[in-house]
């Protein structure tokens, strides 16, 4: 059995860790983006499953993707894949995943924010740029999106190149790419943080907390639906 | 080339933008059409970030203007570094285009004289 | 004219209407301004405000659709359009119809569902309001508009990014006492400004506006029922009158303004709003302004004149529009975090002011309020309306 688990178990390469960085958002709220432990994936996917249930703007196709990446990751099914959280105070506020395709190339998956209204989406995915670019040390992400909105936002925000020759993980269509030069150039306006995080919040967020389901829907959806007595 | 016309008022020579059925100062209504061009002083602008679908830029720069003859108008600011009380010159090119229609307007350029 | 009375008021949650159309989000809250008003008269006029119908929901003739949903026949119906200031243009009619004496009751709601778009097309949407060849086509929206009339005012009376902020930060913090608030979030000086993530946390939208400085895109509704005198003593409910109201226009394309930094149509309406009622800016106890863009809250309370020219900045500094302060504005959330179903706006603000001035503003209740204020600000202030509304006995 340890030999087919051999087979079927793709080689680990050690991927240099991502350094934890806090954020203060618009709410003065302190966020701290660090990498997540394999063994915390289990505590990630009920609030991932939950989120496959809300069709907006593709929330359902997300989840479910990211779903099985992450717990691809934990039953050694998928190559170099990483993780970054946000949590607030430990409470998870959003993921984003992706992995390192080769030393010089890396490949973004999914970004998922469960507190919406605060930009955590967009700090998230920065940080996981940074994690290829600065971290990694590779000359290019390639990136795709499910959602046309997500999708867009991004091509524009950062001017993503197009790669037509390479089809993505993610379904096969034509791959974007950010390029460290690219990058460099967004970098002030798109990149932000402090390091080292102060120890109190280094303690706080030892341990991820998830977000209650009917919470975590209600944050996400903001339906006005809510307000019928 | 598309032009961007001012309306010049045929009872009093007053100049307005954009068109009006009354001349606001003495009230006919008949207009000859004369090119909104020159030069221009920068009176107000911004870079806007959120733009519509007809739009790929990042930002554009979005100015008002008032020309020498006194008239104001609003265009595309080709600067990079836009200043108040700045001189600008005007020039009319492609301002959007939504499919397959392309709309022309007001550019405006640091002026060299 | 005869004297006009709101006797019911309601609203729903602004925010996300999901698989609500817009007709569903018009009924709730007319529903619920029907069953607070409980009477026992017909309902003989429908004024439906609304923009985005025909645009954004493939509807028309909404003001009729809104009578056969709420099985109103025969009464009479419109909609009425008037961009962002749609709302107290419903509200302005409906007080005509009954005042004049052509019916005794009037059902004004104002709703909006524009989430079923993009924030691009949203965005689109909204700037068809601009001068078609002059400013439209340019790429001019609705902030871009906001951000070159804040550049020059801000530069000619000293205003700063943290006065701009000032309004976010009081009104986000009004919004935690409403619950029907499409934002329920505090936000902070330091997150939105000082510290080096505002780069992110607060983007420009148009300089000098960031994100936080313009109010987020919503769907909702808000509805109030208008009757005569007799009615509304028969009803046994708090007499609130609409008091005096005030309509005036200016030019279309902003750069034809006589001056860049005025908003000469607020004054105006405001004016004409307080001729009507017999009262003055010094005699308001709450009010309501519309802060689309958080230098629009500053630059009204002047031309409204509840402040002198240039010192609204100052007043809000020394916390006077605040919910304990001298004159508070905006205790709802304003447009900044209530939200702004555009169609729906103008009406959501007469329904605060009513329930300020019955007593049923629930956590938001200011002490004994008798007279309040409303601005609803059309286009970029080419069509603005304003109301003033008094308690009775």
């Given at each position: 059995?340890?030999?087919?688990?051999?087979?079927l178990?793709?080689?680990?390469k050690?991927?240099?860790p991502?350094?934890?960085?806090?954020?203060?958002?618009?709410?003065?709220e302190?966020?701290?983006?660090?990498?997540?432990r394999?063994?915390?994936v289990?505590?990630?996917?009920?609030?991932?499953?939950?989120?496959?249930?809300?069709?907006?703007?593709?929330y359902?196709?997300?989840a479910?993707?990211?779903?099985?990446?992450?717990?691809?990751?934990?039953?050694?099914?998928?190559?170099?894949?990483?993780?970054?959280?946000?949590?607030?105070?430990?409470v998870?506020?959003g993921?984003?995943?992706?992995?390192?395709?080769?030393?010089?190339?890396?490949?973004?998956f999914?970004?998922?924010?469960?507190?919406?209204?605060?930009?955590?989406?967009?700090?998230?995915?920065a940080?996981?740029?940074?994690?290829?670019?600065?971290h990694?040390?590779?000359?290019?992400?390639?990136?795709?999106?499910?959602?046309?909105?997500?999708?867009?936002r991004?091509?524009?925000?950062?001017?993503?190149?197009?790669?037509?020759?390479?089809?993505?993980?993610?379904?096969?269509?034509?791959?974007?790419?950010?390029?460290?030069?690219?990058?460099f150039e967004s970098?002030?306006?798109?990149v932000?943080g402090?390091?080292?995080?102060?120890?109190?919040?280094?303690?706080?967020?030892?341990?991820?907390?998830?977000?209650?389901?009917?919470?975590?829907?209600k944050?996400?959806?903001?339906?006005?639906?809510?307000?019928?007595s | 080339?598309?032009?961007?016309?001012?309306?010049?008022?045929?009872?009093c020579?007053?100049?307005?933008?954009?068109?009006?059925?009354?001349?606001?100062?003495?009230?006919?209504?008949?207009?000859d059409?004369?090119?909104?061009?020159?030069?221009?002083?920068?009176?107000?602008?911004?870079?806007?970030?959120?733009?519509?679908?007809?739009?790929?830029?990042?930002?554009?720069?979005?100015?008002?203007?008032?020309?020498?003859?006194?008239?104001?108008?609003?265009?595309?600011?080709?600067?990079?570094?836009?200043?108040?009380?700045?001189?600008?010159?005007?020039?009319?090119?492609?301002?959007?285009t939504?499919g397959?229609?392309?709309?022309?307007?007001?550019?405006?350029?640091?002026?060299?004289? | 004219?005869?004297?006009?009375?709101?006797?019911?008021?309601?609203?729903?949650?602004?925010?996300?209407?999901?698989?609500?159309?817009?007709?569903?989000?018009?009924?709730?809250?007319a529903?619920?301004?029907?069953?607070?008003?409980?009477?026992?008269?017909?309902?003989?006029?429908?004024?439906v405000?609304?923009?985005?119908a025909?645009l954004?929901?493939?509807?028309?003739?909404?003001?009729?659709?809104?009578?056969?949903?709420?099985?109103?026949?025969?009464?009479?119906?419109?909609?009425?359009?008037?961009?962002?200031?749609?709302?107290?243009?419903?509200?302005?009619?409906?007080?005509m119809?009954?005042?004049?004496?052509?019916?005794?009751?009037a059902?004004?709601?104002?709703?909006?569902?524009?989430?079923?778009?993009?924030?691009?097309?949203?965005?689109?949407?909204?700037?068809?309001?601009?001068?078609?060849?002059?400013?439209?086509?340019?790429?001019?929206?609705?902030?871009s508009?906001?951000?070159?009339f804040?550049?020059?005012?801000m530069?000619?009376?000293?205003?700063?990014?943290?006065?701009?902020?000032?309004?976010?930060?009081?009104?986000?913090?009004?919004?935690?006492?409403?619950?029907?608030a499409?934002?329920?979030?505090?936000?902070?000086?330091?997150?939105?400004?000082?510290?080096?993530?505002?780069?992110?946390?607060n983007?420009?939208?148009?300089?000098?506006?960031?994100?936080f400085?313009?109010?987020?895109?919503?769907?909702?509704a808000?509805?109030?029922i208008?009757?005569?005198?007799?009615?509304?003593?028969k009803?046994?409910?708090?007499?609130?009158?609409v008091?005096?109201?005030?309509?005036?226009?200016?030019?279309?394309?902003?750069?034809?303004?006589?001056?860049?930094t005025?908003?000469?149509?607020?004054?105006?309406?405001?004016?004409r709003?307080?001729?009507?009622?017999?009262?003055?800016?010094?005699?308001?106890?709450?009010?309501?302004?519309?802060?689309?863009?958080?230098?629009?809250?500053?630059?009204?309370?002047?031309e409204?004149?509840?402040f002198?020219?240039?010192?609204?900045?100052?007043?809000?500094?020394?916390?006077?529009?605040?919910?304990?302060?001298?004159?508070?504005?905006?205790?709802?959330?304003?447009?900044?975090?209530?939200?702004?179903?555009?169609?729906?706006?103008?009406v959501?603000?007469?329904?605060?002011?009513a329930?300020?001035?019955?007593?049923?503003?629930g956590?938001?209740?200011?002490?004994?309020?008798?007279?309040?204020?409303?601005?609803?600000?059309?286009?970029?202030?080419?069509?603005?309306?304003?109301?003033?509304?008094?308690?009775?006995?």
């Amino acid at each position: 059995m340890a030999q087919l688990e051999e087979i079927l178990r793709p080689p680990e390469k050690d991927l240099p860790p991502y350094p934890a960085k806090c954020i203060v958002l618009a709410s003065g709220e302190k966020m701290v983006i660090r990498q997540a432990r394999r063994d915390e994936v289990p505590i990630l996917l009920p609030d991932v499953a939950a989120l496959t249930k809300v069709e907006r703007d593709y929330y359902d196709i997300v989840a479910a993707r990211a779903y099985a990446e992450l717990l691809g990751w934990l039953r050694y099914r998928v190559r170099d894949e990483y993780c970054l959280v946000g949590l607030i105070d430990g409470v998870l506020c959003g993921l984003v995943n992706g992995r390192s395709l080769s030393a010089k190339v890396g490949v973004s998956f999914h970004t998922i924010a469960m507190r919406r209204g605060l930009r955590v989406g967009a700090h998230l995915f920065a940080a996981k740029m940074e994690y290829h670019i600065e971290h990694l040390n590779q000359q290019e992400v390639y990136i795709v999106a499910e959602s046309p909105i997500g999708f867009r936002r991004w091509m524009i925000e950062y001017g993503l190149e197009k790669r037509p020759q390479v089809h993505h993980e993610l379904g096969g269509v034509m791959s974007w790419s950010l390029t460290r030069d690219l990058y460099f150039e967004s970098r002030d306006r798109l990149v932000v943080g402090e390091r080292p995080v102060p120890q109190d919040l280094v303690e706080k967020a030892k341990t991820i907390l998830p977000v209650p389901e009917d919470q975590l829907i209600k944050q996400v959806t903001g339906r006005i639906r809510q307000a019928e007595s | 080339m598309a032009e961007v016309n001012a309306y010049v008022c045929k009872g009093c020579g007053a100049v307005a933008y954009p068109e009006h059925r009354c001349c606001r100062a003495c009230g006919k209504t008949r207009f000859d059409l004369v090119p909104l061009e020159g030069k221009a002083t920068l009176l107000t602008f911004t870079r806007v970030y959120n733009l519509s679908l007809a739009f790929e830029e990042r930002y554009i720069t979005l100015g008002i203007v008032e020309f020498e003859s006194g008239v104001r108008a609003l265009g595309r600011l080709a600067v990079d570094e836009p200043e108040i009380g700045m001189k600008l010159s005007s020039h009319v090119a492609p301002v959007r285009t939504e499919g397959y229609e392309t709309y022309e307007g007001l550019w405006f350029s640091r002026s060299s004289g | 004219m005869r004297d006009v009375y709101i006797i019911g008021a309601g609203m729903t949650k602004f925010g996300r209407a999901g698989d609500w159309t817009l007709i569903d989000v018009l009924e709730y809250a007319a529903a619920q301004a029907l069953k607070d008003a409980d009477l026992k008269d017909d309902i003989e006029s429908v004024f439906v405000a609304n923009m985005g119908a025909g645009l954004l929901n493939h509807l028309s003739g909404v003001g009729s659709a809104m009578v056969d949903r709420l099985c109103l026949w025969p009464a009479t119906a419109e909609t009425v359009e008037n961009g962002p200031a749609s709302g107290g243009s419903a509200v302005k009619v409906g007080t005509m119809a009954v005042g004049s004496g052509a019916v005794d009751t009037a059902l004004v709601i104002g709703g909006e569902v524009m989430r079923s778009v993009t924030g691009w097309e949203a965005t689109d949407f909204v700037a068809t309001l601009s001068h078609p060849e002059a400013e439209y086509i340019y790429g001019v929206t609705l902030p871009s508009l906001a951000g070159m009339f804040a550049r020059l005012y801000m530069d000619k009376y000293g205003i700063t990014p943290e006065h701009l902020a000032m309004v976010a930060i009081k009104n986000h913090q009004n919004a935690m006492k409403n619950p029907n608030a499409h934002i329920q979030q505090t936000v902070s000086m330091e997150g939105l400004l000082h510290r080096p993530e505002a780069v992110v946390n607060n983007p420009y939208v148009a300089e000098p506006l960031r994100m936080f400085d313009c109010c987020p895109v919503s769907d909702g509704a808000a509805a109030v029922i208008l009757c005569t005198k007799e009615i509304a003593e028969k009803s046994g409910k708090p007499m609130v009158r609409v008091a005096g109201f005030g309509q005036a226009t200016d030019t279309h394309a902003v750069h034809e303004r006589k001056d860049p930094t005025e908003l000469t149509a607020v004054r105006l309406a405001a004016e004409r709003a307080f001729g009507m009622a017999g009262r003055k800016p010094a005699d308001v106890d709450v009010a309501e302004l519309h802060d689309a863009f958080t230098i629009l809250e500053i630059a009204e309370s002047e031309e409204a004149g509840f402040f002198d020219k240039g010192t609204g900045h100052i007043a809000l500094e020394n916390g006077e529009t605040r919910p304990d302060g001298r004159l508070p504005i905006n205790v709802s959330g304003g447009l900044k975090a209530r939200g702004h179903p555009v169609g729906a706006t103008g009406v959501a603000q007469v329904v605060e002011i009513a329930w300020q001035l019955a007593g049923k503003a629930g956590e938001r209740q200011l002490d004994d309020p008798r007279v309040g204020f409303t601005c609803n600000f059309g286009g970029f202030g080419n069509n603005v309306l304003c109301f003033v509304f008094e308690r009775e006995g």
